[in-house]
Protein backbone atom coordinates (compact mmCIF):
# COMPACT_ATOMS: atom_id res chain seq x y z
CA UNK A 1 0.00 0.00 0.00
CA UNK A 2 1.41 3.22 -0.75
CA UNK A 3 1.49 6.78 1.13
CA UNK A 4 2.50 10.13 -0.16
CA UNK A 5 4.08 12.09 2.69
CA UNK A 6 4.10 15.40 2.33
CA UNK A 7 6.81 17.72 3.69
CA UNK A 8 6.04 19.46 7.06
CA UNK A 9 2.98 17.31 8.00
CA UNK A 10 2.30 16.18 10.87
CA UNK A 11 0.05 12.49 11.81
CA UNK A 12 -1.47 11.71 14.87
CA UNK A 13 -3.01 8.84 15.81
CA UNK A 14 -2.22 6.96 12.09
CA UNK A 15 -1.91 3.38 11.62
CA UNK A 16 0.36 2.40 8.85
CA UNK A 17 0.71 -1.33 7.89
CA UNK A 18 2.45 -2.84 5.23
CA UNK A 19 3.66 0.32 3.71
CA UNK A 20 6.63 0.44 1.53
CA UNK A 21 8.71 3.58 2.34
CA UNK A 22 11.93 2.02 0.37
CA UNK A 23 14.34 5.32 0.23
CA UNK A 24 11.79 8.00 1.16
CA UNK A 25 12.76 11.36 2.06
CA UNK A 26 11.19 12.71 5.08
CA UNK A 27 11.29 16.28 5.60
CA UNK A 28 10.31 17.87 8.74
CA UNK A 29 7.61 15.19 9.62
CA UNK A 30 5.86 14.80 12.81
CA UNK A 31 4.40 11.26 14.17
CA UNK A 32 2.39 11.23 17.21
CA UNK A 33 0.97 8.30 18.83
CA UNK A 34 1.23 6.15 15.21
CA UNK A 35 1.90 2.75 14.73
CA UNK A 36 3.90 1.34 11.75
CA UNK A 37 3.42 -2.28 11.18
CA UNK A 38 5.09 -4.64 8.66
CA UNK A 39 6.59 -1.14 6.66
CA UNK A 40 9.51 -1.08 4.66
CA UNK A 41 11.93 1.90 5.61
CA UNK A 42 15.34 0.67 3.48
CA UNK A 43 17.67 3.54 3.15
CA UNK A 44 15.06 5.98 4.41
CA UNK A 45 16.06 9.58 5.26
CA UNK A 46 14.62 11.21 8.11
CA UNK A 47 15.30 15.12 8.10
CA UNK A 48 14.38 17.23 11.23
CA UNK A 49 11.65 14.53 11.93
CA UNK A 50 10.01 14.00 15.19
CA UNK A 51 8.76 10.97 16.16
CA UNK A 52 6.80 10.71 19.60
CA UNK A 53 5.00 7.72 21.23
CA UNK A 54 5.20 5.83 18.44
CA UNK A 55 5.61 1.85 17.56
CA UNK A 56 7.36 0.10 14.99
CA UNK A 57 6.45 -3.64 14.60
CA UNK A 58 7.98 -6.13 12.48
CA UNK A 59 9.27 -3.60 10.39
CA UNK A 60 12.38 -3.00 8.38
CA UNK A 61 14.48 0.06 9.19
CA UNK A 62 17.69 -0.92 7.76
CA UNK A 63 20.05 1.61 6.90
CA UNK A 64 18.17 4.62 7.50
CA UNK A 65 19.52 7.92 7.85
CA UNK A 66 18.08 10.01 11.07
CA UNK A 67 19.48 13.42 10.35
CA UNK A 68 18.83 15.77 13.21
CA UNK A 69 15.51 13.81 13.80
CA UNK A 70 13.94 12.61 17.49
CA UNK A 71 12.47 9.81 18.82
CA UNK A 72 10.66 9.99 21.38
CA UNK A 73 9.39 7.50 23.44
CA UNK A 74 9.72 4.72 20.90
CA UNK A 75 8.94 0.72 20.89
CA UNK A 76 10.56 -1.11 18.53
CA UNK A 77 9.40 -4.96 18.20
CA UNK A 78 10.80 -7.67 16.37
CA UNK A 79 11.84 -5.18 13.65
CA UNK A 80 14.79 -4.90 11.89
CA UNK A 81 17.36 -1.42 12.37
CA UNK A 82 20.50 -2.39 11.30
CA UNK A 83 23.63 0.03 10.21
CA UNK A 84 22.11 3.09 11.86
CA UNK A 85 24.26 5.62 12.92
CA UNK A 86 22.16 7.02 16.28
CA UNK A 87 24.54 9.98 17.18
CA UNK A 88 23.24 11.59 13.95
CA UNK A 89 19.52 12.10 16.01
CA UNK A 90 18.75 15.46 17.49
CA UNK A 91 19.22 14.30 21.01
CA UNK A 92 19.06 17.24 22.76
CA UNK A 93 15.18 17.59 22.21
CA UNK A 94 14.95 14.06 23.78
CA UNK A 95 16.89 15.14 26.82
CA UNK A 96 14.08 14.35 29.33
CA UNK A 97 12.47 12.03 27.25
CA UNK A 98 12.09 7.87 27.88
CA UNK A 99 15.00 6.60 25.41
CA UNK A 100 13.97 3.85 22.53
CA UNK A 101 13.42 0.23 23.45
CA UNK A 102 14.06 -2.84 21.42
CA UNK A 103 12.42 -5.93 21.68
CA UNK A 104 13.21 -9.16 19.77
CA UNK A 105 15.02 -6.40 17.41
CA UNK A 106 18.15 -6.65 15.24
CA UNK A 107 20.36 -3.56 15.90
CA UNK A 108 23.27 -4.94 14.08
CA UNK A 109 26.38 -2.93 12.64
CA UNK A 110 24.76 0.33 14.70
CA UNK A 111 26.62 2.89 16.59
CA UNK A 112 25.72 4.66 19.80
CA UNK A 113 29.07 6.49 20.69
CA UNK A 114 28.75 8.76 23.51
CA UNK A 115 24.72 9.21 24.05
CA UNK A 116 23.32 9.00 27.15
CA UNK A 117 20.95 6.45 27.29
CA UNK A 118 20.38 5.37 31.05
CA UNK A 119 17.35 3.11 31.02
CA UNK A 120 17.47 2.00 27.97
CA UNK A 121 15.62 -1.65 27.26
CA UNK A 122 17.04 -4.09 24.13
CA UNK A 123 16.07 -7.40 25.08
CA UNK A 124 15.83 -10.31 23.86
CA UNK A 125 18.14 -8.76 20.39
CA UNK A 126 20.91 -9.36 17.88
CA UNK A 127 23.39 -6.37 18.55
CA UNK A 128 26.03 -7.60 16.51
CA UNK A 129 28.95 -5.31 16.16
CA UNK A 130 27.40 -2.01 18.13
CA UNK A 131 29.50 0.26 18.97
CA UNK A 132 28.85 1.19 22.45
CA UNK A 133 31.79 2.96 23.62
CA UNK A 134 31.82 6.32 25.89
CA UNK A 135 27.73 6.06 26.39
CA UNK A 136 25.74 6.26 29.44
CA UNK A 137 23.92 3.24 29.34
CA UNK A 138 22.96 2.99 33.59
CA UNK A 139 19.97 1.02 34.71
CA UNK A 140 19.98 -0.40 31.33
CA UNK A 141 18.29 -3.50 30.32
CA UNK A 142 19.53 -6.13 28.18
CA UNK A 143 18.14 -9.30 28.96
CA UNK A 144 18.89 -11.87 26.22
CA UNK A 145 20.97 -9.70 24.14
CA UNK A 146 23.51 -11.11 21.94
CA UNK A 147 26.63 -9.18 21.58
CA UNK A 148 29.11 -10.83 19.45
CA UNK A 149 31.73 -8.31 18.54
CA UNK A 150 30.01 -5.03 20.11
CA UNK A 151 32.13 -2.71 21.71
CA UNK A 152 32.33 -1.59 25.07
CA UNK A 153 35.23 1.19 26.62
CA UNK A 154 34.71 3.66 28.73
CA UNK A 155 30.84 2.61 29.13
CA UNK A 156 28.71 3.27 32.00
CA UNK A 157 27.17 -0.10 33.09
CA UNK A 158 26.25 0.69 36.46
CA UNK A 159 23.27 -1.04 37.41
CA UNK A 160 22.84 -2.07 33.81
CA UNK A 161 21.07 -5.57 33.60
CA UNK A 162 22.97 -7.91 31.51
CA UNK A 163 21.28 -11.37 32.98
CA UNK A 164 21.20 -14.11 30.24
CA UNK A 165 22.66 -11.55 27.34
CA UNK A 166 26.07 -13.37 25.23
CA UNK A 167 28.16 -13.24 23.85
CA UNK A 168 29.62 -9.96 25.36
CA UNK A 169 33.17 -8.82 25.65
CA UNK A 170 33.88 -6.25 28.61
CA UNK A 171 36.75 -5.22 29.94
CA UNK A 172 35.76 -4.62 33.67
CA UNK A 173 38.80 -1.89 34.48
CA UNK A 174 37.74 0.07 31.31
CA UNK A 175 33.85 0.40 32.36
CA UNK A 176 31.54 1.18 34.78
CA UNK A 177 29.87 -1.93 36.19
CA UNK A 178 28.49 -1.00 39.48
CA UNK A 179 25.66 -3.22 40.22
CA UNK A 180 25.62 -4.44 36.65
CA UNK A 181 23.55 -7.79 36.69
CA UNK A 182 25.11 -10.22 35.11
CA UNK A 183 24.47 -14.58 34.55
CA UNK A 184 26.49 -17.61 34.71
CA UNK A 185 28.24 -19.11 32.43
CA UNK A 186 28.89 -15.90 30.28
CA UNK A 187 29.94 -13.51 33.50
CA UNK A 188 32.84 -15.80 33.21
CA UNK A 189 34.37 -13.90 30.39
CA UNK A 190 34.60 -10.59 33.11
CA UNK A 191 37.29 -12.55 34.13
CA UNK A 192 39.61 -13.52 31.75
CA UNK A 193 40.49 -10.15 31.25
CA UNK A 194 42.08 -9.79 35.13
CA UNK A 195 45.47 -11.30 35.59
CA UNK A 196 44.56 -14.29 37.67
CA UNK A 197 44.21 -17.79 37.08
CA UNK A 198 41.58 -19.75 37.36
CA UNK A 199 41.81 -24.12 38.15
CA UNK A 200 39.46 -26.42 38.98
CA UNK A 201 38.11 -27.00 41.83
CA UNK A 202 38.89 -30.70 43.48
CA UNK A 203 35.81 -31.83 44.76
CA UNK A 204 37.46 -35.69 45.60
CA UNK A 205 37.91 -36.17 49.50
CA UNK A 206 40.91 -37.79 50.52
Partial sequence: MGFIINEG???????????????TEFISNEFHDCSFTKCSFPGTIFIRCRFVS??????????????ESSFSDIRFEESK??????????????KFSKPPSFLRCDISH??????????????ESKAINVDF???????????????AESLFGKTNLRKADLSEAINYYIVPEENDLKGAKFSLPEAMSLLYNLDIDLVERDTQMG
Avoid: H
Fill in 54 to 67: CAFLQCDLSLVQIE
Fill in 81 to 94: IVGVNWTKADWGRM
Fill in 9 to 23: SVYTNEVFESADFEQ
Fill in 133 to 147: RDANLEKANFEGTDF
Fill in 110 to 123: STFIGLALGGLELK
